[in-house]
């Protein structure tokens, strides 16, 4: 049996909802799902199909461990939670038994991280307890890379990826449009969409000060911020309203995957700061929308879409850019990102990649 340790999140309930809408590939009686219990309700996980789900608190990772049959594995979905650290840490013989399944920020904590005493322990924990984890799995192979070359890391590598929380059958690029009619030319505002959180890691004021200067134009920015750092979210409101004024929307409320979309398809570029891989959700649907998105040139995700063949944009070209070289692309290519990304994301290779990592996981690991 495999057992998966899962954090609440829209994700999640789309990893659910994929698996059990393949049991063949995934029978259900050889899953079972411990779930986080979300602090806020709007992230609970609901049960999919016949899969077996139970809710547990923040140790309920020893009961999935006490539940372990011979041969069984556990698939960490998101390896972060300090106290699974310090379990593994002290239980080399948990750590041969697990998966990781690497989530946005995961591999970068230590680059990352703040500078304090809990936060340099924590760090002092992964670095005992990944090099002993002997499968991972990532959607960007780069971001396995940086395991191997930080962590010292020998696992097998599997590329799995999770389908993004939105009905992507509805995420499809608009007609051509005549430049004439979009972005700076037009008479509509020019709509900007920059970060896809809450979190510090969206350096949100580094990309305010590069698009202050075109406050006086016909310019809206949105910025969703419906979960993270309270601090800082407070923080990017005081500071897109100064720079913006009534021209910055805050999104701070959580919307439905289907009115987020709405906000997405209203979008004539994203901008994503980041410093390492995050928010490909976002960025994966703004693509398949054929829009415009700037991802730093310096990160895994930039590499990885460039050898997808998707044309993605330098934030940290942004100072250098007039607001309609921001916005404008060149004939075609938000339908050729488009169809790139809808056929190498696609649920066929979803299920693929998480029936290849399963197997892999029921092979030799090391009791």
């Not at 919307?255 to 004539?268: C, G, I, K």
């Not at 990102?337 to 892999?360: D, I, Y």
Request: aromatic share 10%; with cysteine; proline share 8%.
């Amino acid at each position: 049996m495999i057992h998966h340790l899962l954090p609440a999140s829209p994700y999640s309930r789309r990893f659910l909802e994929l698996l059990a809408a393949h049991p063949r590939e995934f029978p259900p009686e050889e899953h079972r799902f411990w779930l986080e219990a979300p602090r806020d309700p709007t992230f609970r996980v609901a049960d999919a199909g016949g899969l077996r789900c139970e809710r547990v608190g923040p140790w309920g990772f020893v009961r999935a461990f006490r539940a372990l049959g011979p041969g069984d594995r556990v698939v960490i979905h998101q390896l972060s939670d300090p106290r699974l650290l310090l379990y593994l840490a002290c239980f080399r013989g948990a750590r041969r038994r697990c998966i990781w399944s690497i989530w946005g920020g995961d591999v970068y904590y230590d680059r990352f991280r703040p500078r304090t005493w809990a936060h340099s322990l924590r760090e002092r924990l992964r670095r005992r307890v990944i090099p002993g984890i002997p499968l991972v799995s990532s959607m960007i192979p780069g971001d396995f890379e940086t395991v191997r070359s930080v962590y010292g890391s020998r696992a097998r590598y599997v590329r799995a990826f999770y389908p993004i929380p939105m009905d992507t059958g509805r995420l499809t690029p608009r007609a051509v449009p005549d430049p004439s009619s979009t972005g700076a030319r037009s008479g509509r505002p020019v709509t900007l969409l920059v970060g896809n959180s809450g979190d510090p890691s969206n350096a949100h004021a580094e990309v305010f000060r590069a698009l202050a200067r075109f406050r006086g134009e016909r310019l809206r920015v949105v910025a969703p911020l419906s979960y993270g750092d309270p601090a800082y979210v407070a923080a990017v409101v005081e500071d897109g309203r100064r720079c913006f004024g009534d021209s910055f929307v805050p999104l701070t409320d959580f919307l439905p995957p289907e009115q987020y979309a709405r906000w997405l398809e209203d979008t004539d570029a994203a901008v994503m700061n980041h410093g390492f891989q995050q928010a490909l959700g976002s960025i994966i649907a703004l693509l398949l929308l054929g829009k415009k998105v700037f991802v730093r040139s310096d990160t895994t995700p930039y590499r990885y879409f460039h050898d997808l063949g998707v044309t993605v944009h330098d934030t940290l070209r942004l100072p250098a850019l007039s607001l309609a070289e921001l916005v404008e692309s060149g004939p075609g290519t938000g339908l050729r990102n488009a169809a790139a990304v809808r056929a190498h994301l696609s649920e066929e290779n979803a299920v693929a990649g998480w029936r290849t990592l399963f197997e892999a996981a029921r092979g030799p690991a090391g009791e």
